[in-house]
C-alpha cells in the first residue's frame, strides 16, 4: 500500500482558496488517489477521486501531476464550515477493499 | 450511495464489561468493515466481515476482544469485550459504494467511554 505525506494541519480565511499537497512517493500503477474529509463526531465523507491530471466536482478539484507522486486537493473560498480533517488516500480497485487512513491535515478556518 | 445507521452513538461503560456496536446499513453489501479512531488520531481498520463467513482481523486485533457478527447483509455488529480504559475510542462501521472501488460510506460512529 503508497503510505501517504500530509501536513498536519492548516490555517486559513473565510473566502481563501485552500491548497492541501499529499505525497505518495510509491503510488502503483492501479492506484488511485482519494480524499476524505472528517467533522467532528462524524464518519469521513468521500470529497473526490481521480488517477491522473485534474478532476473537478461541486466540492473540490484535484490536481494530480504526470509522475502522480503527488497529489493537491484544492477547496476554493472556503468557509467556517469547511474546518474538518481531510485524508489523502491511495489504493487501488483490487485485493485490499478497506480504506488505509494516514495522519490526515486538520483545516482550520477562521473567520 | 448508502445509508449507515450505527447504535448506540456514545455509551460509558464499565471496565470489564462488554458493549455491542449495530452496523444497519439500507442496501444488501457484500463487504462490511469496522475501524476504531483513538481521541486526535486517524482511524485504524479492525475486521473486515463478510456475510456467511468469518471476519478478517487485522494485526493487533483479534477475535477474543473484538468478536464480529455478520448474519445478512445489511447488518453487523462489533463486540468490544472485556473493557479497559484504553478501548476508550470511536467505533465506525463502513461500507463501500458499487461505483468506485474505493468510495466508502461511513456511519456517525460510537463514541465509546471506558471508566
Known amino acids: 500500500l503508497a503510505k501517504t505525506t500530509q501536513p498536519i494541519s492548516m490555517d486559513s480565511y473565510e473566502g481563501q482558496e485552500v491548497n492541501i499537497t499529499c505525497s505518495h512517493n510509491?503510488?502503483?500503477?492501479?492506484?488511485?488517489i482519494t480524499w476524505y474529509q472528517q467533522f467532528p463526531s462524524q464518519g469521513p465523507r468521500f470529497i473526490i477521486q481521480?488517477?491522473?491530471t485534474k478532476v473537478t466536482n461541486e466540492v473540490a478539484s484535484l490536481f494530480i501531476p504526470a509522475d502522480r507522486k503527488s497529489s493537491t486537493l484544492s477547496l476554493p473560498r472556503v468557509s467556517l464550515s469547511d474546518t474538518a480533517v481531510y485524508y489523502c488516500?491511495?489504493?487501488?480497485?483490487?485485493?485490499?477493499?478497506?480504506?488505509?487512513f494516514g495522519s490526515g491535515t486538520r483545516l482550520q478556518v477562521q473567520p | 450511495s448508502a445509508v449507515i445507521s450505527q447504535k448506540p452513538s456514545r455509551d460509558i461503560c464499565q471496565r470489564g464489561t462488554s458493549l455491542t456496536i449495530q452496523c444497519q446499513v439500507d442496501?444488501?453489501?457484500?463487504?462490511m468493515f469496522w475501524y476504531r479512531q483513538q481521541p486526535g488520531q486517524s482511524l485504524t481498520l479492525i475486521a473486515t466481515?463478510?456475510?456467511?463467513?468469518?471476519?478478517?482481523?487485522e494485526s493487533g486485533f483479534v477475535i477474543d476482544k473484538f468478536p464480529i457478527s455478520r448474519p445478512n447483509l445489511t447488518f453487523s455488529t462489533l463486540t468490544v469485550s472485556n473493557m479497559s480504559p484504553e478501548d476508550s475510542s470511536i467505533y465506525l462501521c463502513?461500507?463501500?459504494?458499487?461505483?468506485?472501488?474505493?468510495?466508502?460510506?461511513f456511519g456517525q460512529g460510537t463514541r465509546l467511554t471506558v471508566v
Open positions: 463502513s461500507v463501500e459504494s458499487g461505483t468506485w472501488m474505493t468510495e466508502a460510506f
Open positions: 510509491n503510488i502503483a500503477t492501479n492506484d488511485y
Open positions: 481521480g488517477y491522473k
Open positions: 488516500l491511495v489504493g487501488g480497485n483490487t485485493g485490499r477493499r478497506a480504506l488505509t
Open positions: 442496501s444488501q453489501v457484500t463487504m
Open positions: 466481515a463478510n456475510q456467511g463467513s468469518e471476519a478478517t482481523y
